[in-house]
Structures are given as structure tokens and as C-alpha cells.
């Protein structure tokens, strides 16, 4: 709110207009009452009273127009425009969370937090500032009645007390039954996200019927909810409507006394009536205000806590940082650990990956291969433990040398909304070089698609972009064409390699790719002679990497060629009795082949 | 993306074209939705009288006091007699009388109508939901899903929050407006015409304020629609942000969104903020019109003090419901969008019909053979937006193309291919999860379109590759193989695929949680499950569709064990992705391209080395390079 100070003041001064106008409006006319009205049921009115009259009248509502623009306009741009900063500050803090905190959370719950949440925490601001402008007409209104009789306010204020007794007991009751509801309709967006995202299975066992009536179940209890809340409005909204009535109908039977007294005029009478009329209107506001602030007040609970999180662990960058050359580079890991979520990941994994060599990380499921590569990337902390880039520490090589040198292509390709080109550069526009046909010159757009083109083949992809509409510019991504899960790897993999990185790292990046497909890739990929560690569970990937690290537990086990560890029979039966019976089969299918060939 | 699918893709979006025309964002489209709307819910008119009742009473008691004041100025304080006080008193007694009436009243009828309307609700959510489960698969793609998800979710809130005080308003407020105008025309008719030709005036200005409203709406909910989509992308993106250091042009991204959103909301509120004060201009003309008109002529138009005051009284009074209806537009416009859009989704057609109950047919007990004659399938993506069906591109693909093909009763047949050379859709064709565009699938010689539901969801099971589970235990899951198995059925089963180990290991046993999707499961621990509620299913037709990910080698053993016992006896269909599933089936059929390029055992297969044998090649170069 304080960023938008001169917004908000222009709103309170269009809101302090607005209540002018209105108080204003009301009193003049009472004032025409008295001095055009009834003057004329004696039947003379002087046309300069009526002229007066009739542009004083207009003037008013031509100034309550502009100031409830005002009002209406400055405050929504302000409210906009917090929503806008607070929404950006919180997309920020999306892009700069560390992976670990991040994957904490559902997405679902991170998409609704700078969606419904700041919706609804920015929500108050609205009547916050309508809410001030209304007590001021309230104090306005009551000051007026004051000045046309004491007793006419003191009605006013019972009326007003009244009405703010009722409206608050009935926002007091209908709060837990409200939030019961939101909880209510959430229970069933779970039971139809599940029995949708489940569809396939859903059909295949015929459970339509059951899920119609799991729906229909959580559907009811929501009805059910929504009518208990539904008869207590039914119950409050007639009596908050029906009190201002009754408190008019005393208004006259008091104010009737009163002209006939003598002590007000019967254009008293219609000032106060018209004044009674908007008093109802503020406890409405106020209604509406107090009503949503509990809702607003847990919404900015869930936004700040977001907000508070660390946006990156720390990094230490006392020294200066350095610079890589732009070779291969080596890599060497020391007594790494990594913890996550309570438990140990790696349990002080040490190896050495030299310039230019390839290195296949083998084990079971759970070893710790893809945390290994997230932390060389540094997309995950880590606990102790060193990891050095040509003998540097990663935590002292400035940041963007690191990104450019560093890159990583995961199985879950993801390709972000965009033409194939924006995917595979990701507006990066430094590729080094690393054949002579790269070129440095981004700026000119054949040199930069070619750039792309070359990734694109060595990913073995250019041959599909080739065939989509607009190539380089197809659009891909949620709205765009649809790429098969080996097709998209293989956009990934470009990705990757367009850089020309210095240290490759790929997390099982071409499970989808067809196996022939696949070796073409890895064929490419050894010409560049670019350091490569990789996460693979193919037998001719194990057998084309120089050296295999084999973890088990987070633990090294052992590194060494793959042939060198084939001798280790838990390494084997790791990797090859599946494939072995398999082979012995190969065999003697081939002998019946052999055999039916001739045969026929 | 294939050339044969290009002309298909032409024809498809004129058809497009054509039906976003019909969907234009005009307010005549309101209308229509209310018309179909009242078609599919035929309660909601059920309910307009009662609703009818209640804003005649509301009105009542809003005129009550206005005619008081006139009474008590005219007749009790200002007449020729003077003060009244036994008048004045009576006069109030029965006001406070009648307000007093109105509100017990409008209790009741609230009451009722909100029970009516969440009645609706429920109704039009249950069938909606039941409608989107029986569309074909091809509707519930993954893009889809969420969309699919708010129809019964956010569109029927909209919907709920307008019944709650939009809907109300739109019945009351048109009646106080005309009440207000019949008590004014009882007081004068001169000066009532005066006031309705003045609000005449509004008519266009609201019509093309509406208008305004509609389209800065769509922008808005447009712009809010692409910020989502960009937050999705960068949480869901965050490893590729991070690790390539993508975030400033993520930001900029990010930014410019974000100012898209407030540009467009902004826009829409300059509209609804001018609304208000120009229609209280407008009034303010016509009270200054009235009392100019009303002190001139006070005597020609017979017109007493307090009816005047009465008068300007009512025409104050008029400007609330005016100005409330026009606050209520945009509440109105989002409700009537989600409406349209539910509706929509009903009116898609289910592309698997239900034969009548008393056609249908059973397929016959003991094994089941299958033949498929000239069978193609065209995928058409159309609905892809999912701000409203009718814009977003649409293509259509032909996935399959002239498949024959005899399975005989209790053969294992393997079914191999690369990536979408349509084996998986060839799966769903024959579980009849889709219908195919072209030709028949016969299963135990009947034609599959034939045959009672229940029938075939009995005796034909699939495994899908997923492998998605429910939220709740594992038994529970595999219950759901068939409906009524009991907890020895869950172990019998388990125990038959030699699944005991793996539950006993389980931190609960069959009692053991999965997790939302099943995510307390490995993977193939999933695919487990998925087996065992293949086999507590008993089915005569198995169709497999394994898993390509990679499973670590124990797990991997358990499955292939399993996988064996439950195709034995009965006929199976397996996708393979490892070709020693292939290598010990009865039958192979290899796809490519949408067609069946070879038939045959692995041997036979072999021996025509053709694209099988290629890819058996590739495989065994692998397997042989460690040994």
C-alpha cells in the first residue's frame, strides 16, 4: 500500500468528494423541500430559486460523478497495481527457490498461491479504502442529523448500533460454516482431478459408476453445507434489509411529532429520511469488508510464508570469482553428502572425471545418480563434501561462467511453451564453438539458426524439426504441436549441447529415443570429445563410456571400465541377467531361424 | 505431421471455423446459454415463480416506506386538519407491520430457492461429470485434464456465487425498478412518463456497456490464463531455469504477463468505474427535470407536497437497484462463461454410445479370439484452448490405417513398434476405450460396438502402462480389478503372482497408503498392483501395456514372472517394450507408421529380416557386447 501512496490519496480525496456530495445532496434537498416545494403549494416559487435549485442539484451529482471515478479509478489502479508488485515478487521467488524447497510443495498449490491467494489477499484493499470513506460519511450524516434534531441522531445511532450488532453476530456465525464450505468444494476438486487424471484406468475397470457416485458423495456434502450457510443468510440478509425500515418508520413517527412542534421543518424530515436511507449503505460495505478479511488474512499468511523462504542457499562468494577456460574441463568429487528430506542420499561419494573422458554412473534405483548430477549442477544443496571444476571449487566460478559451461539434459524433457529455436537457445546467444561451421555472431539470424540446425543434428533431431510446419519455428509446448516423449529428449538434448558446454551431464536424456536413434546420438556425441557424465541403462551406453561409476546406497562401490566391473558378479547380475537370459533365448532362436530359412 | 493427415487437417479446421462463428462472443450467446441452460436444468424454471414471488415481496417492502413518508406528510402532518398523531401511529404500526411480513416471507423463500438451486448445482456437476467420463479417451488428453477439471469444479462456483446474489438481484431489482414506477405513475403519469423517457436513454449506453464489459472480461480472463500458464511453466521448468540459467529472460517473461494482466483489468474497471456515475447523472437530470416540471405544473397536475416528496423519494430509491445491476455484470459474465462452457462440454458427443440394453449382446463365455478388419483411427485435436472451446487450432492425425488382423482364442500376441507407431492405440481400440473411425473389431466373433458394457468390461481387461493408482490402500486398489472381491479375493491374487514378498515388505502391508497417483509406490511396485487387479479381474482378454521406464533388475524378475502367469490361459495382448516378451509370444505384429508391416513368431520374424528383425538386431548387439 505505501508504494502506491499518491494512488491512495487521490482515492481518499475522490472518496472524501463522494461523501461530500452525497451528505451535501441530501441536505440541499431538504433545503428545496422547505424553499421550492412548499413554497410552491402556496403557488409561488421565484424561477431564480427554482434556477438556483435546479444547478445546484446538477453541480452536486456532476462533482459525485467525478469523485466517485476518482475514488473507483485511483483505487484500482492501486489495488492493481499491489496485486501486480506482490504477483511479481512471488513469480520471482518461483524462479529463484532452490529445487529442494520447490519440490516440497504441489504445483497445484504453488499455481493457486499467486493465483486464487493473492487474489484474495489483495481483496481487502478494495473495501479497506471504501471502508475509511464510509465512516466518514457516517460521521458526516450523524453530525448533519445532529444539527437538525438531537433525537433524530440519537435514533440514528440506536438504528446504526442495531444493525452493526446483527451484521456483526451473523459475520461472527456464518465464519467456520463458510470455511467448512471452501473446504467442502476443495474435497471435491480432489475427487474429480484423481478420477480424471486416472481416466485410462477409470475406463478399463468400468468404475464410472463408482466414481460418479464418489464425486456425487463429496458433491452432496457440499450441497448440504451450502444450504446450513444459505439459511443463515436467509435468516440475516431479511433482517439486515427489514431493520433500516423499522428504523425509518420511527424516524417519521417521532419527526411527525416533531414538525408539528414546530422544532423541524418537514424538509428536515426528508433530509433526515434520505440520510437514513445511506446509512444502511456503509454497514453493508462494512459487512462485506469484515466478511472477507479473515480469508484475505489467511491467503497473505500463505503468500508471506512463500515470501520468507531463502530465495538461494548461501552461496560464498568471498573469494573473487573465477573464470574457467573454455576446454573440456575436468571434474574431481570429494567425500560429497547430501541429505534430503531426513535421509542420507550420498553417503560420501569421491571420484575424478577427466577433461574430455565419459563417465557412466550405474546402480539401482535409489542409489543417488540423478541427486549426484542435481548437485554438480547445482540445483540441489549439498551437505559437505567438495566439488571442484579444473580444480577450482564450483562455489567460487562466477555463476554465468557456470551455467554456460555446465549443462544438463534430465528424462522428464521439458519444453517450455515457445517455437522449437526459443527452446533450444533459451536466449542464449554466446554458443562456443565446437566445430569450425559454429559461428559466433548471434546477432545475424542465419548464423544463429544454423548454430541451432547444428545441435539440432547432433541430437539427431533436425530431421523431424525438418518435417514440422514452420521447422525452427513450429510452436511446441502446451498449446503448440505435440512431440513424442523420444522427440522431446531429443529437442533437450539440442538444448544442451547448443551451448557447447564444457561438462555434459545426462540424466538418462534419451530413455525415450529409439535405440538405434540413440546410438547415432552417442556416436556425435563422442566426436566432440566434450566431458560427459551420464546416467544410462543401456548395454552398448555402459560399454561406450570410458569409465563407469557404480553406486550403490550413495556410496561409490567401485569405478572402473565396464568390462573391468563385469567381473564383479553384483555388478553383473546388476546389469546383465536379464539381458543374459535374454541372450541364451537370442541363441537358440537363431539356430530355429537359421534352421526355417533353410528349411524353406 | 504425416502428409495424409495434412488434407484431413484442412477440412477439420472449416469445421472449426465455422463453429466458432456459431460461438461468437456477442450477447446474443447469453441469451442461448440461458436457453440451453433452462434445457438441460428444466428445475430452474420450475423455480422462476417462486423467485417471482419473492421479488414482488422484496419490492413491496422496499415502496413501503417512500409511501409512508408521502402518507404521514400529506394526511398527518401537513394537511388542513394539521397533526394527526392517532394517524401517524397507525400509519406506522402497519408499515412496521408489513416489513415485518416481508422479511419472515423472504426467509421462507430463500430458503427455498437456495435448496433449488444447489439441487441444480449438484445435478448439473454429478452430470457433468459423468458425461466428461463418457467421452472417448482422445477428449481427455493431457492438456485437457485440468480443463476438464474446472467444468465441474470453478465453472459450477462461478455459477453458485452467482445464484447466491446475482441471480437474486437480476429477479428483485427489474421488480422494484417497475413497482417504484407504478407507484409513481399512481402519483403522477405525467411526470413517470417524463422519467422513463430520460432512462430510455440508458438502454443503449448499458447494452454497449455490456458489450465493453464482455470483451475487456475475456481479455481479462485471458491475460490471467497465460500468467498461469507461465508460473506453471517456471515450476514446473525449475530444473531447466536454474540449471541454465534461463531466469532473466524468465522474469522479463514473467514481467511483461504480468503486465498484460494488469493492463487488461485495468480496462475493464475504467468501464465499470464510469458506469455508476453516469447513470447518477442521468438521474440526477431527471430529478431536476421532475422537480422543475412538478413545482410548475403542481396545480395542473393535481399533485399534493407529499406526494412530490414521495416522488423524488422513489426516483432516489430506483438508482440503487439500477446501479446494483450494473455492479453485477461482471459477476453475471463470468458465470454465464462458465455456464456456456459447461454446457458445452455436455453437448460434446460421446463418441462411445451405449447400445440399448435390450440389443445388447454377451460375449461368450471361454476364450476369446479377436479379428480386426479394416480398422483405421483418425485422431482429431480439436477444443484445445481451453480459455473457451471454440478458438485454438485443431488437426486431425491418422493414427491407424487399415489393420487386419487374426488373433486366435488363448494366443499371446506381442505387439512391437517404435514411438507412435500407434500399438498403444491399437490397444485401446481393441479394450474399446475408443472406437475406431474406420472397420470393425469382432472379439469372440461379435462386434465389439455390439456388446453390452458390462459384458466386455468383465471378461476384457487392460493394464494401462501408468499404472495410476487411487489414493487409498493398496487392497482397496486391487479391489477395484472386480467389484465385490473380498479381502481373501486381494490375497489369493497377490499370492498367485507371487506378490506376497513385496506386500509383506510394505510398511502397512495391503493396508499400505499409495499416495496421491500412487506416488508412495516405485514405479513398478505400481505396475504390481495394476497385475494384481488384472488377475482379481479374471478376464478371457488381456491387454498389457508395459512399462518403459526403467525398473531396477529385482522388481523387473517379480514383473516378468507375473506377467507370464497371468497371460497363460487366456488370450493376451502385449505392447512390448522388451523384445523377449516378443520373442516368446505366439504372434508378433509389428507396427509402423500407423499400419501392421509384419506378422509372425520371432523366428519367422527373424528370418524376413525386416523391421523386427532390425530392431532385434540392435537389441542383441547390445546384450552380447559384455558377455
Redesign the interface.
Known sequence: MRAHFVLHVLAMLGAAGFVATTVGGAWF?GW??DH???V??D?R?DSGT?GL??GV??A???A???A??MR??FL??AV??T??DW??QL??R????P?SL?RKRR?GE??AH??ADLETATSFLMPLAFALSVVLLLVSALVVLLLVHPVLMLIAVSLFLTLSFVSRTYIRLVEAPSAEVQQR?GK??AV?????????????????H???ER??AA??RL?AQ??RV??M???F???I??IP??G???L??VG??L??RGSVS?GD??VA??LF?LLTMPLRIMGFFLEGMPRSVVSMDRVDKILDLQPEFPVSAKKPASKLTSKALSLEIEDLVVDFDGHRVLDGVSFAVSPGETVVLVG??GSGKSTLL?AI???IEINSGSIQLNGIPIEEVD??TC??A???A?QEA?L??GTIAENVT???NNPRRYDDSYNDDFRNSDIRNHNIWSALTMAAASEFVA??PGQLEAIV???G??L???QRQRV?LA?ALF?GPQLLMLD?AT??V???VE?RIFTSLRSLSVTTIMVA????T??SGDRVVYLENGRVLATAT??EL?QRADYR???????????V??QK??A??VA??RG? | ?KPASQTTSQTQSKQNTAKQNNIDRTPSHLFRTMRRGLIVSPELRREFGVTMVMAVF?AV?RL??PI??QL??DH???SEE??K?GL??GL?LS??FV??V???V???V??RL??AA??V??DL??RT??H???LS?TS??R?R?GV??SR??SDV?TL?TFI?RGAILWVVNPVIILGSFAVMGFYSWQLTLIVIAAYILLVPFLRWMQHRQFLSQTRVRDA?AD???S?????????????????????RR??QM??N??KA??DA??W???M???V??L???V??GV??V??WQ??ALELK?GE??AF??LL??MLGPITELGEIFQQTYTALAGWWKILQVLDLPVEIDDIEPHQALTLPEGSLPVEIRGVGFTYD?VF??DADCSS?FSSSVKVLEDINIRIEADANVAVVG???SGKTTFARLV?R?IEPTEGVVKIGGLDLRLVA??SH??LI????Q?G????TTVEENIR??R?GASSEDVAAAIDALSLRDWVDGLPDGVQTQVG??GSQL?IGERQFVALA?AQI?DPRLLILDEA??????ET??TL?EALAFLAKGRTSITIAHR??TA??ADLVLVFHDGRIVETGN???L??TGGIYA???E??????????
Open positions: 434537498l428545496i423541500t421550492v416545494i412548499l410552491a403549494a403557488g416559487v427554482l435549485a435546479v442539484l446538477m452536486i451529482s456532476v459525485s460523478g467525478i466517485v471515478i473507483r479509478m484500482m489502479m492493481q497495481r496485486q501486480r504477483r511479481r513469480l520471482y518461483y524462479v529463484d527457490l529445487m520447490l504445483i504453488l499455481l499467486s493465483d468444494v471435491v476438486s474429480a482431478y484423481e478420477s480424471f487424471d486416472g481416466a485410462v484406468v477409470v475406463k478399463t475397470l468400468g468404475r464410472e463408482a466414481e460418479v464425486l456425487k458433491a452432496e450441497k451450502r444450504i444459505g439459511r443468510r436467509a435468516t440478509e431479511p433482517l434489509d427489514g425500515a423499522v425509518t418508520v420511527f417519521l413517527l411527525a411529532w414538525v408539528d418537514a424530515l426528508v429520511a434520505t436511507g539401482p534405483t542435481e549442477t547445482g540445483l555463476r554465468d551455467n554456460a555446465l549443462a544438463i534430465f521439458f517450455f511453451a533459451l536466449q542464449r518435417a514440422l509446448g502446451e498449446r504441436i505435440t513424442s516423449g523420444g533437450a538444448r551451448g538418462d530413455s525415450a529409439d535405440p538405434l546410438s541403462y543401456r548395454m552398448s555402459l560399454e565396464h568390462k563385469l547380475s546388476l546389469v546383465a541377467a536379464y539381458e543374459l537370459q535374454n541372450l533365448r537370442h532362436a537363431e530355429a531361424a526355417a530359412s524353406t | 505431421m422484496s417492502a413501503v416506506i409512508l413518508t404521514v406528510l398527518g402532518v401537513i394539521g397533526y398523531p401517524v401511529l406506522s408499515a412496521l416489513v415485518v416481508v422479511a419472515a423472504n426467509r421462507g430463500y430458503i437456495v435448496t444447489e439441487s448445482l449438484l456437476r454429478v461429470f459423468e466428461i467420463h463418457r479417451l481427455h488428453i492438456e485434464r476438464l477439471v465441474v469444479t462456483e453458485a447466491q490471467v500468467t498461469l500458464a508460473t506453471g511453466e517456471v515450476v514446473t521448468g525449475a530444473a531447466v531455469i536454474r540449471s541454465y540459467g534461463y531466469t532473466e529472460p524468465i522474469r514473467l514481467d504480468l503486465d494482466q494488469y483489468r485495468i474497471h475504467v465499470f468505474s464510469i455508476m456515475p453516469v447518477e447523472l438521474s440526477s437530470l430529478l431536476s422537480i422543475v412538478g413545482i403542481l396545480s407536497i412530490l416528496v423524488i423519494f432516489r430509491l485435436t484445445r484452448d485454438g517404435e514411438t507412435g479394450a476405450l458394457r458390462e468390461r468383465r481387461h487392460m493394464v494401462p501408468d495410476f493408482l487411487f489414493d477395484f480389478g467389484g496421491e497417483r516405485s487387479r479381474a518403459t521406464s526403467a525398473i531396477d533388475h523387473e524378475q516378468m523384445l523377449s520373442e516368446w520371432h523366428v519367422e527373424l528370418s532390425q530392431l532385434y540392435s537389441w542383441v548387439s547390445d546384450a552380447r557386447s559384455f558377455l
